[in-house]
């Protein structure tokens, strides 16, 4: 009897196998043959998940992205203030694993820049990432948790741009010494909001 494959696994293993690549050699190091060799296939067997480097590095965007917005969805039940602050604070990075996603994002950001799909697929999730901070910041101002009446479109800038930048920051220095920066920024972003 033929052994049962599970293909969306398989593709899983070689996105989180190209990360790994990615994270420690750049982009460039993140060809067909190293991504096969690590993940233990035969040099074309990858063709079978995956018609090209093209697409295993948007599933890899996509996969760090979509990582992003599940830790965000995965919020408890709150009153809409803390529902704001879970969402403000899950996408500064903190953990070595955070700070090492935003060293492979980093890189694909740069790709990104020359690649018209990739770079469609991130601002739909800067869009997406921007509606939900205006909607989270219109319940927790209905609800009374803020002060601060729409439209959130300069706050949504500001918030964003941080973050991005935090991401940067983060990966010069990747023993955590300026997470406290951002968490203080924080603070004082909700307190303007208050």
Do not use: C
């Not at 989180?16 to 067909?32: Q, W």
């Not at 965000?72 to 899950?90: D, K």
């Amino acid at each position: 009897m033929p052994k049962i494959i599970d293909h969306d696994e398989r593709r899983r293993e070689i996105v989180e196998v190209a990360k790994r690549i990615i994270l420690k050699g750049g982009f460039e190091a993140a060809t067909m043959r190293s991504i096969a060799t690590e993940a233990g296939f035969a040099n074309g067997a990858l063709k079978h998940y995956f018609p090209g480097k093209e697409s295993i590095v948007a599933a890899t965007f996509e996969s760090i992205l979509a990582g992003m917005e599940d830790a965000v969805a995965a919020a408890p039940a709150a009153e809409p203030g803390v529902q704001l602050e879970h969402f403000l604070r899950t996408p500064m990075p903190r953990t070595e694993e955070e700070i090492a996603s935003g060293r492979v994002l980093l890189a694909l950001w740069e790709y990104a820049m020359s690649n018209e799909e990739l770079a469609a697929l991130y601002r739909a999730f800067l869009q997406r990432w921007r509606d939900s901070f205006t909607e989270y910041m219109s319940a927790a101002r209905d609800a009374g948790a803020i002060s601060v009446d729409a439209p959130y479109d300069r706050l949504a800038t500001e918030y964003m741009s941080v973050v991005i930048g935090a991401t940067v920051v983060n990966l010069m220095f990747s023993n955590g010494s300026r997470i406290a920066d951002f968490d203080e920024y924080l603070d004082s972003f909700l307190a303007r909001m208050r």
